[in-house]
């Protein structure tokens, strides 16, 4: 159970354009959504964290108008990156909390096994 | 930035027990300790995770002091599958995982 689907896997697009990536829960819903991005040889940085039904939170230096996150559904949030730039190239994971039982306690995590973004 | 530190590599012997330290001395009473791994090019894969007890289940085993300032991953029988970037988080639920560098375990043939 709590399978998070991300797609697409890859992504090759021309310097300008925009390109949008889906994240889904499969099995359960997700209040809550996360967005992660890494760069080759380095960890992951949480980008913004998006709850169903309101904006989303940034972190510190993470171009909101870049950066458009969608979420929409109990089972769907999406990443938009707007004019995209070659700097842009990265991988992006998405992860989803998610919540077992009446007590509310939250399991852990599940990511998305990410999209290689590459802006030429 | 993160709230644990981890050794940056390890090498570890096929059908060995790989034993990954993690180090977590400002952890709070309400905090787990999440373990996490990444192979190359996939998103993070959930290992397990504890509060106070030593957990264990089909991927591995997790032994935290009686302090709950470190903690250890233990892979009884390490495959050369199982060579990946091992992330230990420590974090209370709901809030955001904030990711370390991990520490890059080879399992050698």
């Known amino acids: 159970g709590a399978v998070v689907s991300q797609h697409p896997s890859r992504v090759i697009c021309k310097s300008g354009t925009s390109v949008k990536i889906e994240c889904r829960s499969l099995?359960?819903?997700?209040?809550?959504m996360f967005w992660y991005r890494q760069f080759p040889k380095q960890s992951l940085m949480l980008m913004a964290t998006?709850?169903?039904?309101?904006?989303?939170?940034?972190e510190q230096g993470v171009e909101k108008d870049k950066f458009l996150i969608n979420h929409a559904s109990l089972t769907l949030s999406t990443l938009t990156v707007t004019s995209a730039h070659p700097e842009d190239s990265s991988f992006y994971i998405c992860?989803?909390?998610?919540?077992?039982?009446?007590?509310?306690?939250?399991?852990?995590?599940?990511f998305g096994s990410g999209t290689r973004l590459t802006v030429v | 930035d993160a709230k644990t530190t981890q050794p940056p590599s390890m090498d570890c012997a096929e059908g060995r027990a790989a034993n990954l330290p993690c180090n977590h001395s400002?952890?709070?009473?309400?905090?787990?300790v999440y373990w996490y791994r990444q192979i190359h090019s996939q998103g993070p894969q959930y290992i397990i995770h504890?509060?106070?007890n030593n957990e264990t289940n089909e991927m591995a085993s997790l032994i935290i002091t009686e302090d709950r300032k470190s903690s250890t991953l233990i892979l009884p029988h390490a495959t050369l599958r199982d060579t990946a970037v091992y992330y230990c988080?420590?974090?209370?639920?709901?809030?955001?995982?904030?990711f370390g560098p991990g520490t890059r375990l080879s399992v050698l043939p």
């Open positions: 504890g509060l106070k």
């Open positions: 400002t952890i709070s009473g309400n905090e787990y």
């Open positions: 992860s989803a909390s998610y919540n077992k039982g009446t007590a509310q306690l939250i399991y852990g995590y599940t």
């Open positions: 988080i420590a974090e209370g639920h709901g809030q955001n995982f904030v």
């Open positions: 099995d359960f819903q997700a209040t809550t």
């Open positions: 998006s709850n169903e039904g309101s904006k989303a939170t940034y």
